[in-house]
């Protein structure tokens, strides 16, 4: 029995790319303003704007996650020049999860050498429409943030096997740390 050749030509892998993509981005960011902020959302954004506000952040390790979040959610507010807290809105503060989880959609690409292409690209269909990866990349809390940190920290452990290079450790133990 002869084995069929089950390549997929570079213009296959693109349109699957574009069109995992495409869904990616759409099933994250439409309708963000559309809902109240869920208890849990709304301490975060209220712990956010006391950073913004007053340039503390107090951590309870016992009630609260650290402070990734707030950290990455000033770096993005100030490149995306909010205003006053007064004028912030859901779909701000959503916007931070929505772009991590859009990043580790784009990150299934760097797997495509262990996975393989067909393997990458199916993933990457996979975790566009995923209920659960859509649902906490809509959502003002850590959860995403800390998938994109692990999906950084798997990458270069992959490219340390693949390597030796001591740098691929460095960024495996920064991923993590700032996970921690």
Do not use: N
Not at 12 to 19: D, M
Not at 70 to 83: D, E, F, M, N, T
Request: with cysteine.
């Amino acid at each position: 029995m002869k084995k069929k050749d089950v390549s997929i030509s570079l213009r296959t892998i693109l349109i699957f790319v574009v069109v995992a993509l495409g869904l990616g981005i759409y099933y994250r960011s439409v309708g963000l303003e559309t809902r109240p902020m869920h208890t849990d959302e709304a301490i975060l954004a209220t712990k956010f704007g006391t950073l913004w506000t007053e340039g503390t952040f107090d951590y309870d390790p016992s009630d609260y996650h650290g402070p990734g979040l707030h950290q990455v959610s000033w770096l993005y507010a100030k490149l995306a020049r909010w205003g006053s807290p007064d004028e912030w809105t859901e779909a701000q503060f959503r916007h931070i999860p929505m772009l991590c989880g859009i990043l580790v959609l784009g990150m299934t690409l760097l797997f495509a050498r262990p996975l393989t292409w067909h393997g990458s690209t199916v993933a990457m269909l996979l975790i566009a429409v995923s209920p659960m990866q859509v649902f906490y990349s809509r959502y003002y809390i850590m959860e995403m943030l800390l998938v994109l940190l692990l999906t950084v920290a798997l990458w270069a452990l992959s490219k340390f096997v693949q390597t030796g290079g001591k740098s691929w450790l460095a960024l495996l133990g920064a991923s993590l740390g700032f996970a921690h």
